[in-house]
């Protein structure tokens, strides 16, 4: 009732915080870029900046991802400028202001929106108005993919089913893609625009889009065997969701949104676990686990990154035996008598900001209308004219296969 999630904010970028990304081999490291061309390298043991190079990019840093492979100091960034840019943290040189200069540019025919790099192979994926692959070491893109999207929002490879990659555009689509034959294998067309994917670590085939449209504030859970219907719906944010990361262990979800709050999900339920939110922070773009399950960052377009806890009650730092015997039968307890009302409602129960909550009710009130409306016009049609419409299909317009 009374934990305090938040640790921290690292302040130093001027502008929004649009992007962020988590290294799989460093546990201390965040990686965020601004949309002033700015990327920093966060150290989260002592909540301070280790590395920076202010104009990385002409405008806004799209996307950053680490460099997979036989380094652990390098990583790649992209922006609406129309290049990519390899860094690193020891062998950058430095330009005649003193700041880190790129080790490899490479040029793209159009402004870019995302990058994600493959586990294993030095390759790594863009989105633009479509998919290209490339290779670190070379400066033309190997091939490139695409099934009529007007401009891909964001890419992500999948970390697990290594030949298989995911984007999501403009045009409402979400695409799949194998890298063994370069080519789309299915398009889903939803009922809204979709911002970002992620990729359960744990689960090849289950990823998470987030849908932004006004009308409609969740994010689907999908299984890429039965793209017909949304394996499960995440629903309490009251307006655009702008990010989604799944945890190391695929058990939960943080996601990121325009109501200046991020929420932690458990990936089987359909409600939120968690809301945090500070009174300073802005509209959130980007949420990130951290790699040991512990942390979760986050970066909102007040130009700071602040760091959680991922479970708000933990208590930080080593735990005597007897004492974490005690709180893990404590968790049994309330696990055993969660359904009971006044247990319920202290688990249940958080303060939030005002202008979530009017938005909540509001929305509430909407949807309940919108269910009468619809079984009234069930009651006075001719029978089976109004058919039921699963939650999990309602979104999905269109399923096309190759």
């Excluded at 091939?143 to 401009?151: I, N, Q, V, Y």
């Excluded at 039965?226 to 695929?250: C, E, F, Q, W």
């Excluded at 309330?334 to 900001?353: A, C, F, G, S, T």
Aim: charged share 25%; glycine share 6%.
């Amino acid at each position: 009732m009374f934990a305090k999630p938040f640790l921290g904010a690292m302040n130093g970028h001027i502008d929004g915080v649009y992007t962020l990304s988590k290294h799989p081999w460093n546990l201390d490291s965040i990686i965020s870029g601004s949309g002033d061309g700015e990327i920093r390298i966060w150290s989260l043991g002592r909540q301070e900046c280790v590395w920076r190079t202010p104009n990385a990019h002409r405008g806004m840093v799209q996307g950053v991802c680490p460099v997979r492979g036989k380094t652990t100091d390098h990583f790649i960034s992209v922006g609406s400028d129309k290049l990519v840019k390899v860094w690193s943290e020891k062998e950058s040189g430095l330009t005649a202001d003193g700041h880190p200069e790129a080790i490899a540019t490479y040029t793209a025919k159009d402004p870019l929106t995302g990058v994600d790099h493959h586990r294993t192979k030095q390759q790594f994926a863009t989105s633009s108005s479509c998919v290209e692959i490339w290779d670190v070491n070379r400066s033309q893109p190997l091939t490139t993919m695409e099934w009529g999207a007007d401009t891909v929002n964001t890419v992500r490879m999948n970390q697990t089913e290594t030949n298989v990659l995911a984007s999501c555009g403009t045009d409402r689509t979400v695409i799949l893609y194998d890298l063994r034959t370069d080519s789309p294998i299915v398009k889903v067309v939803m009922a809204l625009r979709t911002n970002a994917i992620s990729w359960n670590p744990m689960e090849a085939f289950i990823f998470a889009a987030v849908s932004i449209a006004n009308e409609d504030h969740n994010c689907y859970i999908f299984d890429m065997r039965r793209m017909n219907h949304a394996a499960n719906i995440l629903k309490g944010h009251v307006s655009a969701v702008m990010d989604v990361d799944y945890s190391p262990t695929g058990e939960e979800l943080v996601t990121a949104s325009y109501d200046r709050s991020i929420r932690l999900w458990k990936a089987r339920e359909g409600h939120s676990r968690d809301i945090y939110h500070t009174k300073r922070m802005q509209r959130v773009f980007c949420a990130r686990f951290s790699m040991d399950d512990k942390y979760v960052v986050s970066g909102s377009d007040d130009g700071n990154v602040r760091l959680w806890k991922a479970r708000a009650s933990e208590r930080l730092g080593p735990v005597s035996t007897r004492e974490r015997n005690a709180l893990e039968y404590s968790e049994k307890l309330r696990e055993r008598y969660q359904h009971l009302p006044e247990v319920r409602k202290i688990i249940k129960n958080r303060n939030v900001p005002q202008a979530i909550k009017k938005a909540a009710n509001t929305k509430w009130t909407m949807i309940q209308s919108q269910k009468r409306k619809e079984e009234n016009r069930r009651k006075h049609s001719k029978s089976d004219s109004v058919p039921h419409v699963s939650e999990r299909t309602k979104s999905i317009l269109k399923v096309t296969s190759k």
